[in-house]
Nanobody, 129 residues
Framework: QVQLVESGGGLVQPGESLRLSCAAS???????????IAWFRQAPGKEREAVSL????????MYVDSAKGRFTISRDNAKNTVYLQMNSLKPEDTAVYYC???????????????????WGQGTQVTVSS
């Protein structure tokens, strides 16, 4: 069974940075490098929304407009981990952040939740002064 584990969330002030990590649990034997990995977020009372993704092989990245220029997604294959570096954080970035993977390796997934079958438990990001 695939298990994704997010970490790195916390409470920061506006303008500060956080780096989120998404790792596959060792017992799952899941190689993140073979999958499109995406970050989604859900704020209280709002629908889940996509943030960014990184595809396998060529490492193509995609961002929603609100993340462009502030967030950077990357992967460290040796650590079997995907990161989301978030800079210049704003109060509206407050949400639970989830990483997700599709069921099929090397799927050219898009920024839509429908493409993703495996989800982590989420990590809370709070941006407040």
């Amino acid at each position: 069974q695939v298990q994704l584990v997010e970490s790195g969330g916390g409470l920061v002030q506006p303008g500060e940075s956080l780096r989120l990590s998404c790792a596959a649990s060792a017992v799952s034997g899941f190689t993140l490098a073979d999958y499109t990995i995406a970050w989604f977020r859900q704020a209280p009372g709002k629908e889940r929304e996509a943030v960014s993704l990184i595809r396998p092989a060529d490492g193509t990245t995609m961002y929603v407009d609100s993340a462009k220029g502030r967030f950077t997604i990357s992967r460290d294959n040796a650590k079997n981990t995907v990161y989301l570096q978030m800079n210049s954080l704003k109060p509206e970035d407050t949400a639970v952040y989830y990483c997700a993977a599709p069921r099929i390796p090397f799927l050219v997934a898009t920024l839509t939740a429908h493409d993703f079958a495996y989800w982590g438990q989420g990590t809370q990001v709070t941006v407040s002064s």
